[in-house]
């Protein structure tokens, strides 16, 4: 059974940094697209950044040039490095891999409370 596993969320002052992790438990790693995603209450969910196999990132326009997201094969983890993080930011944030081989085939973490806050 995958399981993508998050961790590195918390509280944090406005201006400061946070880097969420995504461990997944899945046997062909490079075979995924893996994000980021994020819900506000009383938003919909927003993707936030996702990396490809190959390293091609993306990234919605509100956290260009202060996120950063990454994956390391080895460990099977994806990371999202948060930096000058804004209030607007507060979110529950999920990782998601989405296989580029099986159309829908998609797995999702459990989420993981952001909240930036002074």
């Known amino acids: 059974q995958v399981q993508l596993v998050e961790s590195g969320g918390g509280l944090v002052q406005p201006g400061g940094s946070l880097r969420l992790s995504c461990a997944a438990s899945l046997n062909t790693f490079s075979g995924y697209v893996m994000g980021w995603y994020r819900q506000a209450p009383g938003k919909e969910r927003e993707l936030v950044a996702t990396v490809t196999g190959r390293g091609i990132r993306n990234y919605v326009d509100s956290v260009k040039g202060r996120f950063a997201i990454s994956r390391d094969p080895a460990k099977n983890t994806v990371y999202l490095q948060m930096n000058s993080l804004k209030p607007e930011d507060t979110a529950v944030y999920y990782c998601?891999?989405?296989?580029?081989?099986?159309?829908?085939?998609?797995?999702w973490g459990q989420g993981t409370q952001v909240t930036v806050s002074s």
């Open positions: 998601n891999a989405k296989s580029i081989a099986v159309i829908g085939r998609e797995y």
